[in-house]
């Protein structure tokens, strides 16, 4: 068979693919349980910020999530905790970014008046620009904050806006879109959590 031949390059490309189909199947075979125990104790991890209880490096992810969230139910828009003596509402949350999907999880104080805390998940946002979402100083500011009546999200500003009182904090430069998506994303979220409760609160 010769090897400039047509048969012979069919052949030899139909085997590499074969084989690296193969190799691909044995690498995500023995990761995938590995991946799968990563993305649940970020999940976690995420429920534990927004409830309002510090993470730190050498904490049971794992151990702490089921102390905190002992009847954890899947199907339920939101799950309730206690913490510090006071009930805490926490809800996972998605929405629409700019590029895609972003999910995350937030706290509200039990009467809805406040965010406990919040915490981005996930996302495919612009790196340097909307991706910053998941920056601590982002983050941080929703941390109290006053939410009775939804959240604004402002243009620019790296968090310096340091009154709970107002719902507003500093959204990303240069990423308008995104800030505003995450704004919506909340104040939906919260409307929703009112709404499961029957809204009461």
């Known amino acids: 068979m010769k090897k400039d031949g047509l ?13 690296f189909v193969f190799l691909l199947s044995l690498a995500y075979g023995a990761t995938k349980g590995k991946v799968e125990e990563n993305q649940r104790l970020t999940e976690a991890r995420a429920y ?9 490096e050498n904490m049971d992810i794992e151990v702490s999530f089921n102390t905190n969230f002992p009847n954890f139910d899947t199907d339920s828009a939101y ?11 926490v809800s ?5 970014g700019l590029w895609g999907t972003i999910t995350g999880v937030i706290g509200m ?3 809805l008046q406040r965010i406990v805390g919040f915490e981005i998940v996930s996302h495919v946002e612009t790196p340097g620009l909307g991706g910053r979402i998941d920056e601590a100083w ?4 929703f941390k109290g904050e006053y939410a009775a009546n939804g959240i604004v999200v402002k243009h620019g500003g790296s968090g310096g ?10 959204g990303i430069t240069g990423a308008s879109r995104t800030s505003d998506s995450v704004q919506v994303i909340i104040n939906q979220q919260i409307e929703k959590i009112k709404s499961e409760l029957g809204g009461t609160n």
């Open 48 to 56: 534990l910020v927004a409830a309002g209880i510090e993470v730190s």
């Open 7 to 19: 048969i012979y390059t069919v052949i030899v490309s139909v085997i590499s693919a074969f084989l």
């Open 138 to 141: 982002f983050k941080t500011q």
């Open 161 to 170: 806006d340091t009154d709970p009182d107002n719902g507003q904090v500093d």
């Open 79 to 89: 799950q309730t905790t206690n913490v510090n003596g006071k009930s805490v509402i």
């Open 109 to 111: 104080t039990f009467d």
């Open 92 to 96: 996972p949350f998605q929405g629409n």
